[in-house]
């Protein structure tokens, strides 16, 4: 950094890289970030193997985002002609719980924790902040499940957990035991957080978010990621559902995070950087922006006036948790920061996304 980021326009002028930013979440943050209100100049670097990301691109590059069709994986590709950059967003990942499973490792673990190693390299060698997007999924499965809840109609809801750290009815904080198994993809983001803070020594500032499920317009959801668009796609595309484990009767829950939400929490944390850097925070929508399966399907018929066929599934996967709730208390007392969009915001801006844009979307959701 050449001179101090201002707090009240804190990437006017800057380089930002976001390396995964033709995908849902990277896609949404180029474009806010090269508004005219924001001021940066952002550039995306994307490798387009998630499907339905190369609808993302003629969208950056009208928003004025340069776009470089490139891999995390290559310090070449990273290298971007040697040109300054003053803040990596690194969003760039193979992003499903269930990786690994139907084959091998190599490539959640070369794209997430390779490629965020030569990220860290370009943020030393460019004296680059970088903000990483962690996940929820750090926390360990089975302590997760052994949560104690208490079940209603429609959900589980957790209890008060007492001699649980990091645990209460609101959910999971930082403070939560991580010992125990958590998915290929939870377990690179976990070593890639242990990554960051030894780069601080570096000189590398960091930011780790762990998020809970985001979504929102953009957001190409399918069966292993990306739920809430998933559940709304059929509603608008046609096809089945099914309410896969606990039970069949899709009572787990998630807690939602709005993709503008997340957006303006960027931009927070980097108007407030001395106050968040150094440190690992959850984010997410919470206890009041939660829903399980069987009420995201009540709020898809009402806004869409359809119903799909719905079955059930009672084997439980091995990576699926029943409850999570993102406690992010800790990030709105350090910067006043609250979700502002419900989880029906979420639905009806899928819906209306969707069905403004279906005849380019109906071969990514129906694949
Ligand atoms: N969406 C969520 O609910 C959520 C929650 C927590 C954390 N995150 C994290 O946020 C980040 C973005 O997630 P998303 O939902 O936008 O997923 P996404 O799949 O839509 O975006 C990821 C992008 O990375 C690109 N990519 C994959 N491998 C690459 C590589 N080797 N080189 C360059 N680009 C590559 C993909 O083409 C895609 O465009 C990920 O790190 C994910 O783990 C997402």
Redesign the pocket.
Known sequence: MTHPIAATEPLRGRTVLV????????SAVARRFAARDVGAHVVV??????RG?ELNVPLLTAAGVEFVH????SPDDLSLGGRAIDLIV??????SVLAGYGGGSRYVV???LG?LVNCLELARERRARIVF?????VYPVQRVNALSVRETATRYVLDEQPGVPGASSAGIAEDFPLGGVRTL?GAT?LAGELLLAEYAAFGVEYVIN??????GPG??GKVD??VFALWMSRYVFGGALRYHGWGGEGKQVRDVLHIDDACDLLLAQLGAWSSVAGRTWNAGGGLANSLSLAETTALCEEITGTRVAMSSDLATHPSDVRVFLTDARALSSALGWRPARSPRVVLEDLHRWMTANAEQLAPVFRA
């Open positions: 390396t995964g930013g033709a995908g849902f979440v990277g670097l994307d490798n387009l193997r998630r990301s490139g891999d995390v994986r690194e969003c760039a990942a193979e992003p070369d794209a997430n490629g997007l962690s996940t929820s999924r993809y983001k762990r998020f809970g499920v985001i979504a957001q190409m990621q990306g």
